[in-house]
């Protein structure tokens, strides 16, 4: 019964055992993360503590960048199965099955991802969704355009900073999949229109994608992530 | 392309460029050596020059996308010059994606001179595929299911060339961003025509478009063992390249033979 699994809440929130204690992720959340203060806070934080202090590092090379794309895959995973259990008012037939196959999809990227990361992989990732009205549709589904057309242009980005031509494959299998849901999620806030594939995200002039570096991604990510991602060792170029 | 940049770029991976191509260093203005980093690699006729072979092989890819998205975009143009086939209601769509397609083309015969090569020329294309889809341009639905093929398999011939791009950075991030532009067009012509965004298994035709894509086996391991996610899911998520035999096995019923 696969489905009625996925569909039970504490077997797809992140793994509860990784989360921080509660009083540490507040100190983060009032200190600021900035590099201008992490020094501060590293100071202020027993010694012991000093690995989760600066957050998760996501390592460096070809696991560097498969553990940024489980970061991004987590995000999405977790968003979406927030979004099946509390669905909101008034979600067609038509669009739990597509928010469904979706979610499905990202656990399975997920689930991939820390397979083949075996010990390399970084812990569970701690979410903050607070911003998103799981209630309301344009929210949600704004949310949903938000991270698929955001992991398009990641894991664009991302190709040519693999060294390995298997992970290259690997990505190419996967990103394909992000732009087939940004185009469905695109489709459902504006039906019919040029949207699924519009001109904010495809350049007019080339019919180019959007692509970005890490650090551009996990910018915009850090408002749905309350764990500190540390990127410094991932390639640039 | 920003030649500039590329000159650039290429100065920046390799400061011994200019050596060897002596006969062409006062052809430019060039600043002083930069200082030496691992910067990508980048497309550009000095780069041809210099490495020739390497290059010529990233043409060959380029020309291969080049016929693909002529192909394409012949497609989308024959399709709304058409009277009474595609809906009005649908015609943003159609103009949306051949947009796109005809700025491939144009974006993929510019790659390829600046890097030496020769755009390939625009076969003839019969899209009735011998009197196979003989109402390619009178039924709408005819149309749909070539327009999902072609885009399908757009999406799984780019992929299976981004392993041989992988020496040139920007050739490889510009096939990535086709790649996916032919994959956000798939998923809404798949939609439009009551199918899944998605690939669902190996269903769709023509069967050759759809070949192996039932496959759930990433990188040694069967996913279903590792995921709670739905079999048919775990097939989704993971879209399967082409070879360019493959492809080109396909897109050949589609062109009329010289």
Redesign the interface.
């Known amino acids: 019964m696969?489905?009625q699994?996925?569909a039970n809440p504490s077997?797809y929130q992140l793994e509860k055992g990784v989360l921080q204690p509660v009083g540490r992720r507040l100190f983060l959340r009032y200190a600021g993360m900035t590099a201008a203060t992490s020094a501060l806070l590293l100071a202020g934080c027993d010694k012991d503590d000093d690995n989760k202090m600066t957050g998760v590092n996501l390592g460096s090379g070809d696991i560097g960048i498969l553990n940024y794309a489980y970061a991004l895959e987590q995000l999405e995973a977790a968003f979406y199965i927030q979004v099946i259990q509390s669905k909101y008012a008034g979600m067609t037939t038509a669009e739990e099955q597509?928010l469904t196959?979706i979610r499905?999809?990202?656990?399975?990227?997920r689930?991939?991802f820390?397979?083949?990361l075996g010990s390399n992989a970084i812990p569970g990732l701690e979410v903050d969704f607070s911003s998103i009205k799981f209630n309301d549709r344009a929210s949600v589904l704004n949310a949903a355009k938000t991270f698929e057309d955001l992991g398009?242009s990641a894991?664009?980005?991302a190709?040519?900073l693999?060294v390995s031509?298997?992970y290259?494959?690997?990505a190419?299998?996967?990103?394909?999949?992000?732009?087939?849901?940004?185009?469905?999620i695109r489709?459902l806030l504006n039906p019919?229109?040029?949207d699924?594939?519009?001109d904010d995200v495809?350049t007019?002039?080339?019919?180019?994608?959007?692509?970005r570096m890490p650090m551009e991604v996990l910018s915009a990510a850090k408002t749905y992530v309350k764990t500190q991602i540390n990127a410094d060792q991932l390639p640039t170029? | 392309m920003n030649l500039f940049k590329l000159f650039n770029d290429i100065e920046k991976a390799d400061p011994e460029v200019y050596d060897r191509l002596s006969s062409r260093r006062n052809a430019f203005r060039f600043g002083t050596k930069v200082a030496l980093?691992?910067?990508?690699l980048a497309m550009g006729s000095m780069f041809r020059q210099a490495y020739g072979q390497s290059t010529s092989a990233i043409v060959d890819v380029l020309n291969y996308a080049l016929t693909l998205e002529y192909l394409e975009d012949e497609f989308y143009i024959n399709g709304l010059k058409a009277a009474n086939l595609i809906p009005m209601?649908?015609r943003?769509?159609f103009?949306?994606?051949g947009?796109?397609?005809?700025?491939?083309v144009?974006?993929l015969k510019t790659a390829i001179t600046s890097s030496g090569g020769k755009p390939v020329d625009k076969p003839a294309f019969d899209f009735t595929a011998k009197n196979s889809f003989p109402d390619v341009f009178s039924n709408y639905q005819t149309f749909l299911t070539l327009s999902q093929a072609f885009e399908d398999t757009g999406?799984r011939a780019?992929?299976g060339q981004?392993?041989a791009l992988?020496s040139n950075?920007d050739v490889?991030?510009?096939a990535?961003?086709?790649?996916?532009?032919?994959?956000?067009?798939?998923?809404?012509v798949r939609?439009l025509r009551g199918q899944?965004?998605?690939i669902t298994g190996n269903t769709g035709a023509p069967a050759a478009v759809y070949a192996g894509e039932e496959n759930l086996t990433?990188?040694g391991?069967n996913?279903t063992t590792?995921?709670?996610?739905?079999a048919s899911?775990?097939g989704?998520?993971?879209?399967?390249?082409l070879t360019k035999e493959q492809v080109l096995g396909i897109a050949s019923l589609f062109i009329v033979k010289q």
């Not at chain 1, 499905?104 to 990227?109: I, K």
């Not at chain 2, 990535?176 to 809404?188: D, F, M, N, Y």
């Not at chain 2, 590792?226 to 739905?230: E, L």
Request: proline share 3%; hydrophobic share 45%; glycine share 8%.
């Open positions: 696969p489905k699994i996925i077997d597509i196959d499905d999809h990202e656990v399975a990227h689930d991939f820390k397979a083949a398009v894991y664009n980005g190709g040519k693999l031509a298997d290259l494959l690997l190419g299998k996967i990103v394909s999949v992000e732009a087939r849901h940004a185009a469905a489709s019919k229109s040029a699924f594939a519009g495809v007019a002039g080339n019919g180019l994608d959007v692509q170029q | 980093a691992a910067v990508p209601a649908d943003t769509i103009t949306q994606i947009k796109h397609e005809s700025a491939h144009a974006f999406v780019y992929k981004a392993g992988i950075n490889l991030t510009a990535l961003q086709i790649h996916s532009v032919e994959a956000r067009h798939a998923s809404e939609r899944k965004g998605w990433q990188g391991v996913v590792i995921t709670q996610a739905p899911a775990v989704e998520a993971f879209d399967e390249p």
